[in-house]
């Protein structure tokens, strides 16, 4: 392509962009196609000849659009957020500009050296314990892997690596921890029937004598465990394992102690917020995403352990092609977990920490957990809704419940949600808790406003008006 035809609809691209962020609301949140709608519109041949940008622009916008929900919407209130921003999105274009692959210091130094002082600021922001030494991850699911293979060759004395697992080890992890947990010690052969459920209190959150029970049981049976996973912020809920407590059971039974605060870590920034984190000494690793709640584009977790040289004699592998005179004197981030080749995801986490510095991000936080609690307080005050979980952070958890049996209230909030989201108006999405189903409201995309919680209120109970007519 011609330097000026791509400085020409480079320009295009970033008028768009602009556009989108300021009228994205203007979208339907969740999209409307139907299953294959979009296959029917593409050819199912590849172009012989290549096509001009003008009309792949076009078809962009014509044939794509209409297939993306839009996770940036201010009414997006499903999941938890993959947030961006203006600062996050133009670090982005000058990684995407640049093209560096930073699998090795010597590949672009200031990748590895940019990654480290960043984590560090990260580190400082929550008050994580002096020491922790931090890299970025993909997701929380690779990081939680990370995890899980360290403390099997903690466990096996790095031998787990070499000949296998000779023994079982087992994992412990809440009855309402991420299913990344069950993949994970799946795929780094723990086995499934060895991970442990543990029960959970009121407040959904891990019951610490439970946990120890289990693993004094598992002793006793002449199986080994290994590896504790504490949520704090768990998905259904964002129940806050008690850190404290569980970190002691770790640290009395030699258990390498995994902290997943994928969506919840952010909150850590704010002094109000730093209880979930009592305990932190006892933690061999801590995951949380800056990708969901720290304005930066998806995908960018950060991952921090006690003991970087456990890491890096999980994974480290020095063939001949990667070695360098320097490895002795910096740090390759490529033996800092699974992938080789990395993107240079430090560059977009740095413009959004500059730009919005600690007491934007923290004011842009605070709103989102005042804006929880005025939905929490209107839900309490509403006739035929009630809460289903404690409200510690942003995500409300509720149902419509007119007194009919479990079966049906089931039904009744299944009919509810599809109605709301039917619209395009607003996105919630559901779970189940204690085998209720559930609604979840969960506030954190960037741009939502009071005015689209209050919109979302009137929505939720204009439905639950109408299906409430309904004969059942």
């Known amino acids: 392509m011609d330097k000026e035809v791509f400085r020409q609809f480079g320009y295009k691209f970033i008028d768009w962009v602009a556009d989108y962020m300021t009228e994205v609301v203007k979208y339907p949140v969740m999209s409307?196609?139907?299953?294959?709608?979009?296959?029917?519109?593409?050819?199912?041949?590849?172009?012989?000849k290549g096509e001009p940008i003008e009309r792949i622009f076009d078809d962009f916008k014509e044939i794509i659009i209409p297939g993306i929900t839009h996770w940036q919407h201010p009414c997006w209130f499903a999941y938890f957020p993959a947030n961006n921003s203006p600062p996050s999105i133009l670090g982005e274009l000058l990684t995407a500009g640049l093209g560096v692959q930073c699998m090795i210091w010597q590949t672009s130094?200031?990748?590895?050296?940019?990654?480290?002082?960043?984590?560090?600021?990260?580190?400082?922001?929550?008050?994580?314990?002096?020491?922790?030494?931090?890299?970025i991850q993909d997701t929380a699911s690779t990081a939680t892997l990370c995890a899980l293979l360290t403390a099997r060759e903690k466990a096996t004395n790095f031998?787990?690596?070499?000949?296998?697992?000779?023994?079982?080890?087992?994992?412990?992890?809440?009855e309402e921890a991420h299913s990344s947990i069950e993949k994970g010690v799946k795929i780094a052969g723990y086995g499934k029937e060895n991970l442990r459920l543990i029960p959970t209190d009121d407040a959904f959150a891990m019951?610490?004598?439970?946990?120890?029970?289990?693993?004094?049981?598992?002793?006793?049976r002449g199986l080994q465990p290994a590896c504790?996973?504490?949520?704090?912020?768990?998905?259904?809920?964002?129940?806050?394992?008690?850190?404290?407590?569980?970190?002691?059971i770790c640290h009395q039974h030699d258990l390498w102690l995994h902290v997943d605060a994928a969506f919840a870590g952010t909150a850590g920034i704010l002094p109000e917020k730093k209880w979930m984190l009592e305990g932190a000494e006892y933690m061999d690793s801590f995951v949380f995403n800056p990708h969901k709640w720290m304005f930066t584009n998806f995908d960018c977790s950060a991952y921090f352990v006690k003991d970087p040289g456990a890491l890096i004699r999980t994974f480290e592998i020095h063939p001949e092609y990667l070695k360098t005179g320097l490895d002795a004197q910096v740090k390759n981030f490529r033996d800092w977990g699974i992938q080789l080749g990395r993107r240079f995801r430090a560059l977009k986490l740095w413009f959004v920490i500059r730009y919005y510095g600690m007491e934007r991000l923290q004011e842009m936080i605070r709103e989102h957990i005042r804006l929880a609690k005025l939905f929490k307080g209107w839900v309490e005050n509403q006739e035929n809704f009630e809460l289903m979980a404690p409200v510690s952070l942003s995500l409300v958890c509720f149902r419509l419940n007119d007194g009919r049996d479990e079966e049906a209230l089931d039904s009744l909030n299944r009919r509810l949600l599809e109605s709301i989201n039917q619209n395009g108006k607003i996105y919630l999405t559901h779970t189940?808790?204690?085998?209720?189903?559930?609604?979840?409201?969960?506030?954190?995309?960037?741009?939502?406003?009071?005015?689209?919680?209050?919109?979302?209120?009137?929505?939720?109970?204009?439905?639950?008006?109408?299906?409430?007519?309904?004969?059942?």
């Open 228 to 248: 504790v996973v504490a949520t704090l912020g768990t998905t259904s809920s964002t129940a806050i394992d008690p850190l404290a407590d569980i970190g002691k």
């Open 109 to 135: 130094p200031v990748a590895a050296e940019l990654e480290e002082v960043v984590l560090e600021w990260l580190r400082k922001m929550l008050g994580l314990p002096e020491g922790m030494a931090g890299v």
């Open 159 to 174: 031998e787990a690596n070499q000949r296998g697992l000779k023994k079982p080890l087992v994992v412990y992890a809440s």
């Open 207 to 220: 019951i610490p004598e439970k946990l120890e029970e289990a693993v004094i049981v598992d002793k006793k």
């Open 32 to 48: 409307q196609v139907k299953p294959g709608q979009i296959k029917e519109r593409l050819p199912q041949q590849p172009p012989d």
């Open 432 to 472: 189940t808790l204690r085998g209720k189903y559930t609604l979840r409201l969960a506030i954190g995309q960037r741009l939502t406003e009071e005015r689209h919680v209050k919109e979302a209120w009137k929505l939720i109970t204009s439905k639950a008006e109408e299906i409430l007519k309904m004969p059942y």
